[in-house]
């Protein structure tokens, strides 16, 4: 899969670490470049964008041609599995993501995965059309939304602060929750699976809210299904997995030691010269860049870029964001961060 390819990133999931780290940045295809929004002006809905291959491989690879970044990272979205599996999902400018009511006790009855890879489809076609046009000199990175994460869009039908109508229905029916998180572990490991055989050279697994799990739980809500997936995937492949379990704080522990991810993406709370002391040695670590500083830029931002580089010395890392780039961010910021990371030494 990765033959003819000499991404930075791909040598240092193969285990040969170079100064400057590889670099790429979550969200780096949006809102704040010019020609995204060009492009997004064509289509009439955000799932339009996704769902037109040509349009979604544009826009994946539209970062690569302002900024020197190691990878590309597919044009998708995580709620594109609730799209497939049957739920109603639309997006509101203002509003975010709306999806149509579900309860733990119809799930079985109202989502299947008849037509899920049909309608997925043009996202693996999207894949293959970024391969043809990308520099050998660049990785490519799928992604999916963990179950946790998944399973609180589907169950809020929005995304929220607290997401107490799917944690309520969690905690009343956890057997059945259980099955559910079964159930997209499952689409969710088809999902990164097909986009391995399109083409990507590794993936990322999203759990934005997994800091919404509660301790007593997040091993069997949380890490559990993280397990299951890396499994799935590692037998059809040994592509690389990074996997992004935003705000769990000390649970790092656990999902950094046996989750079974190539790389750990880590948000801007996590003290990263605790997480190098307290995780294994030959973990890749990702992040831990503020996106907030980004938007304000100057020495600040030179500053904690050294800081991070500083106290990832000695261990295997990929410099990225604690979170997405936000669409305020100016262009010349980026720009210099870029510079910034690549003069280190």
């Given at each position: 899969m990765t033959e003819g390819y000499m991404s930075k990133l791909l040598e240092l999931f193969q285990g040969r670490t170079s100064s400057p780290p590889p670099l790429w940045f979550m969200r780096q295809a949006g809102r704040h470049l010019p020609e995204y929004r060009q492009v997004r002006k064509t289509c009439k809905t955000f799932f339009d964008l996704c769902y037109t291959p040509h349009l979604a491989a544009q826009v994946t690879l539209q970062p690569l041609e302002r900024f020197?970044?190691?990878?590309?990272?597919?044009?998708?979205?995580?709620l594109v599995i609730p799209d497939a599996l049957g739920q109603k999902v639309s997006f509101e400018e203002g509003t975010g993501p709306l999806l149509s009511p579900l309860s733990l006790s119809t799930f079985p009855k109202s989502l299947s995965f008849e037509g899920f890879f049909e309608k997925l489809?043009?996202?693996?076609?999207?894949?293959?059309?970024?391969?043809?046009?990308?520099?050998?000199?660049?990785?490519?990175?799928?992604?999916a939304g963990a179950p946790w994460t998944l399973a609180l869009y589907m169950l809020e039908g929005r995304g929220n602060r607290d997401f107490a109508k799917a944690k309520h229905q969690a905690f009343q029916d956890e057997e059945n929750f259980s099955k559910f998180l079964d159930f997209l572990s499952e689409a969710v490991s088809l999902h990164l699976i097909e986009q391995v055989k399109a083409g990507v050279h590794s993936v990322q697994l999203f759990d934005t809210w997994a800091g919404h799990c509660p301790a007593t739980h997040f091993q069997k809500w949380v890490l559990k299904p993280t397990q299951k997936i890396v499994a799935m995937v590692r037998k059809i492949s040994d592509v690389p997995i990074i996997g992004f379990p935003k705000g769990i704080g000390s649970h790092l522990l656990d999902y950094g030691s046996q989750s079974g991810v190539s790389a750990l993406s880590l948000d801007a709370s996590t003290p990263l010269t605790w997480a190098s002391e307290n995780l294994p040695k030959d973990l890749i670590f990702q992040g831990n860049l503020d996106p907030l500083l980004l938007v304000s830029g100057?020495?600040?931002?030179?500053?904690?870029?050294?800081?991070?580089?500083?106290?990832?010395?000695?261990?295997?890392?990929?410099?990225?964001?604690?979170?997405?780039?936000?669409?305020?961010?100016?262009?010349?910021?980026?720009e210099a961060c870029v510079k910034w990371v690549r003069e280190l030494k």
């Open positions: 020197d970044y190691d990878a590309a990272i597919l044009f998708s979205d995580i489809a043009p996202v693996y076609e999207a894949i293959s059309l970024i391969r043809s046009k990308l520099s050998p000199s660049k990785a490519l990175i799928g992604f100057g020495n600040p931002l030179k500053k904690t870029i050294e800081s991070i580089h500083g106290q990832m010395k000695g261990r295997p890392y990929i410099f990225n964001l604690g979170h997405g780039i936000l669409p305020q961010t100016p262009l010349p910021h980026i």
